[in-house]
Nanobody, 125 residues
């Protein structure tokens, strides 16, 4: 099992940038696919971006493609989400997720067993 903790959320104006980080503890982090999800009030949790175990493959939702970039550093047991050109509709609690999976990115909520507690991102207009 791996435990994950998110950081880096905050309040930013529309058009601004934030970088979220997810620190993982536990062994064999490099064998885990990692993902970022978000949940706005009254809405279901949705996929944002995912990255494969070695980091060579990423996948992003259409709503963030071209604006958000996911990356990982297996030497430091971290995964990051660089968010640029933020919009008010990006406001949500952002969650990091991990799943033991030697393969490509996982894009569904059900595909992950390990979740952080989330970090709030608020984008003002």
């Amino acid at each position: 099992q791996v435990q994950v903790v998110e950081s880096g959320g905050g309040l930013v104006q529309a058009g601004g940038s934030l970088r979220l980080s997810c620190a993982a503890s536990g062994h064999r982090f490099s064998n885990y696919a990692m993902g970022w999800f978000r949940q706005a009030p009254g809405k279901e949790r949705e996929f944002v971006a995912g990255i494969s175990w070695r980091g060579e493959t990423t996948y992003s939702s259409d709503s963030v493609k071209g604006r958000f970039t996911i990356s990982r550093d297996n030497a430091k047991n971290t995964v990051s989400l660089q968010m640029n050109s933020l919009k008010p509709e990006d406001t949500a609690v952002y969650y990091c997720a991990a799943q033991l999976h030697i393969g490509g990115p996982i894009v569904t909520v059900a595909g992950y067993d390990n979740w952080g507690r989330g970090t709030q991102v608020t984008v003002s207009s």
